[in-house]
T-cell receptor, first 116, second 112 residues
Framework: AQSVTQPDIHITVSEGASLELRCNYS??????LFWYVQSPGQGLQLLLK??????LVQGIKGFEAEFKRSQSSFNLRKPSVHWSDAAEYFC??????????????FGTGTRLQVFP | NAGVTQTPKFQVLKTGQSMTLQCAQD?????MYWYRQDPGMGLRLIYY???????DKGEVPNGYNVSRLNKREFSLRLESAAPSQTSVYFC???????????FGQGTRLTVV
């Protein structure tokens, strides 16, 4: 079945430490890839997206993500985490390019906790 | 700009009652979505609509119906609510498959 996997349910880091959140997808071709963030009690905000081209994409709030076709992964990174980054992070996949559908499927999310 | 507006924000239903969740967007987007969010399960797609007049099932459509009333509005109906439908429901919209989806603030629904 086509799916999006975020293996880490909960990650805890110290403020100033680096961060990597994992995302894997299982589609037959490169889909459209997104990372969203949800702060407590809030809606979702787009951090970055990838469709084609350069496999390292930059987003807002100092985040970046790298697409690796061989690993079917789209991991989110930040060199130095701030306390305000504590939130839930969702990877999302839109398989339009291959399946001609407008679905947008989310992973189960990773909750990030930041210690001072 | 209002963006995506969901009503109501909170609702308590008794088992077996029906209700409709409303969603409207003012960004002239083609596609609209309904998700439910449950702890540990992320956002699961219930139904989506790629354009006015079309709707398609998502990952968890059972127990729900939708109507794309016009380009702006996409409603979600629970015909006979069950406790398993207790969740936070999010509506979203976007223009095309390669563009950002914008989300409403959510509706917290409790079925007792």
């Amino acid at each position: 079945a086509q799916s999006v996997t975020q293996p880490d349910i909960h990650i805890t880091v110290s403020e100033g430490a680096s961060l990597e959140l994992r995302c894997n997808y299982s589609y037959g071709a490169t889909p459209y890839l997104f990372w969203y963030v949800q702060s407590p009690g809030q809606g979702l905000q787009l951090l970055l997206k990838y469709f084609s081209g350069d496999t390292l994409v930059q987003g807002i709030k100092g985040f970046e993500a790298e697409f690796k076709r061989s690993q079917s992964s789209f991991n989110l990174r930040k060199p130095s985490v701030h306390w305000s980054d504590a939130a839930e992070y969702f990877c999302a996949v839109g398989p339009y390019a291959f399946y001609n559908t407008d679905k947008l499927i989310f992973g189960t999310g990773t909750r990030l906790q930041v210690f001072p | 700009n209002a963006g995506v507006t969901q009503t109501p924000k909170f609702q308590v239903l008794k088992t077996g009652q029906s209700m409709t969740l409303q969603c409207a967007q003012d960004m002239n987007h083609n596609s609209m979505y309904w998700y439910r969010q449950d702890p540990g399960m992320g956002l699961r797609l219930i139904y989506y609509s790629a354009s006015e007049g079309t709707t398609d099932k998502g990952e968890v459509p059972n127990g729900y119906n939708v109507s794309r009333l016009n380009k702006r509005e996409f409603s979600l109906r629970l015909e006979s609510a069950a406790p398993s439908q207790t969740s936070v429901y999010f509506c979203a919209s976007r223009d095309r498959a390669d563009t950002e989806a914008f989300f409403g603030q959510g509706t917290r629904l409790t079925v007792v």
